[in-house]
């Protein structure tokens, strides 16, 4: 099923649709928000709309997939994202607008989001986050993955050299796997104690 809608106890997740480019745009271009992530803040609605574009119409159209708008049950209106990624390492990423920080809403979303991939049969997630963002890796904690290794990556577009904490929950009792493709890809990698 392509991104079934989800409920939680505070939480409605669902697909992103054309009417949310302008609470999109409140999720982009925030600095702070994107501090971390693969982009650069969004400019304006022009760059958000193109951004939806092929980040999420083009996997809606995919038969699997799993690209969610997290809004709360009172509003209906996106205050943040989930995903993963229907790629190999199946890649679980997720984003939320500052004013909504540190009330767990990202955990719950993620519980959720997880428990639907897991029953639709995905094997395994990965996740993962720049090492000076720890509260990212709090997250993936808290919704169940578990440290596997760290590697450094010239970051790009932003070109610059980041370590990353890659994380990983299997769904399918093989605990011992690893996905070792940042291992391999990256001369500079290694296992943390923290």
């Known amino acids: ?57 083009a996997e809606y159209a995919r038969p699997q997939a799993y690209a ?34 540190h009330r767990g ?15 639709d049969g995905l094997p395994y997630i990965t996740a993962t986050h720049d090492r000076n963002n720890p509260r990212s890796g709090n997250v993936m904690k808290a919704c169940g993955m578990k440290y596997c290794y760290s590697y450094e990556e010239q970051w790009q577009p932003k070109d610059f050299p980041v370590v990353f904490r890659m994380y990983q929950l299997n769904f399918d009792g093989n605990d011992e796997r690893v996905y070792r493709k940042y291992w391999d890809w990256y001369e500079n990698h290694f296992v943390e104690t923290f």
């Open 105 to 119: 809403i990202v955990s719950e979303a993620g519980r959720a989001v997880i428990e639907q991939v897991k029953k």
């Open 68 to 101: 969610y708008a997290i809004c709360l049950k009172e509003d209906d209106r996106p205050i943040g994202y989930i995903k993963v990624d229907m790629e190999e390492a199946h890649d679980f990423g997720y984003g939320l607008r500052r004013e909504f920080w």
């Open 1 to 57: 099923m392509n991104t079934p809608e989800l409920e939680t106890d505070r939480l409605i997740l669902r697909k992103f649709m054309e009417e949310d480019m302008e609470a999109l745009f409140l999720i982009l271009k925030d600095e702070e928000v994107n501090r971390f992530l693969p982009w650069y803040p969004m400019k304006d609605l022009e760059e958000t709309r193109k951004f939806y574009e092929e980040r999420y119409a």
